[in-house]
């Protein structure tokens, strides 16, 4: 499995848009490599479990990253909407060791597909996906049994 310190690094190398890297984007990317990991391979991309908020899927791991790892730095910048906001950025020299090129070609879709969409398209992208859509406010995403579902329904 991967580091989620490896994909969210690779996520902020790789993001074409570095102005848009909130926590709250990484957040929404990193949830979609993870379940299109578990719809396409029938397991997780890390060892993670979500929440479900109001505002969609939520890591804390994510929030509390730039504190815990040493490659990471938060900046001050400004949302579309002319609000402060906190940006991710990664040292250059950063790795992902334990990404593996499967990983690198899931999280390079993630990062086609956010890096076209505005923000409130990227809310309703993520929002739509089942399990966003099956879990109660505040409910752990078990996208573990998700992937385990996906799994057996390419089988028959």
């Known amino acids: 499995m991967a580091q989620l310190r490896d994909v969210v690094a690779y996520l902020c190398k790789e993001y074409p848009h570095k102005q848009e890297l909130s ?32 505002c969609g899927p ?3 791991d994510i929030e509390e990253m730039p504190s815990n790892e040493k490659c990471f730095r938060v900046v001050k910048g400004t949302s579309v909407f002319g609000d402060p906001m906190e940006l991710f950025t990664v040292l250059d020299d950063v790795d992902f060791p334990s990404l593996t090129q499967e990983d690198m070609v899931v999280l390079d879709h993630v990062i086609k597909e956010a890096a076209t969409k505005e923000w409130e398209d990227l809310c309703g992208f993520v929002s739509a996906t089942i399990p966003a859509v099956w879990e109660p406010n505040d409910a752990d995403l078990d996208l573990g049994a998700f992937a385990k579902k996906c799994e057996s329904r390419r089988a028959h």
């Open 58 to 60: 939520y890591l804390r």
């Open 23 to 54: 926590k709250a984007r990484i957040a929404k990317m990193v949830y979609l490599a993870e379940f299109w990991e578990a719809v396409n391979e029938g397991h997780r991309l890390t060892d993670r479990v979500w929440k479900f908020r109001a």
